[in-house]
């Protein structure tokens, strides 16, 4: 079992920055390739950004690209989204997952097993 905890959000003006950190606990997530999602306000879970096992390769939504980077840590077991550039329309609660299906940054939900609870990204305008 791998337990995510996802920190690092709140509250920010338009143009902004935020850096949400992923610690997972349990086991190693080395391994897995990891992703980060989002919820906005009435709307479904959207991919955002996800990274393979070894940080080597990463893969954004086109509404992120050039703002966000993802990142990774494998020795301190933590994944990080570093978001700059802050607009309104990136409000919303953020998710981290792993995948225990592989080891390659995918955007396809299905493919993680692991989800935080997800923290909450306001940002107004």
């Known amino acids: 079992q791998v337990q995510l905890v996802e920190s690092g959000g709140g509250w920010v003006q338009a143009g902004g920055s935020l850096r949400l950190s992923c610690a997972a606990s349990?086991?190693?997530?080395?391994?897995?390739?990891m992703g980060w999602f989002r919820r906005p306000p009435g709307t479904e879970r959207e991919f955002v950004a996800s990274?393979?096992?070894?940080?080597?390769?990463?893969r954004y939504a086109t509404s992120v690209k050039g703002r966000f980077t993802v990142s990774r840590d494998n020795a301190k077991n933590t994944v990080y989204l570093q978001m700059n550039s802050l607009k309104p329309e990136d409000t919303a609660v953020y998710y981290c997952?792993?995948?225990?299906?592989?080891?390659?940054?995918?955007?396809?939900?299905?493919?993680?097993?692991?989800w935080g609870q997800g923290t909450q990204v306001t940002v107004s305008s």
């Open positions: 997952a792993a995948s225990d299906t592989t080891r390659w940054e995918t955007e396809v939900q299905y493919q993680y097993r692991y």
């Open positions: 990274i393979s096992w070894s940080g080597g390769g990463t």
């Open positions: 349990g086991r190693t997530v080395s391994s897995s390739a």
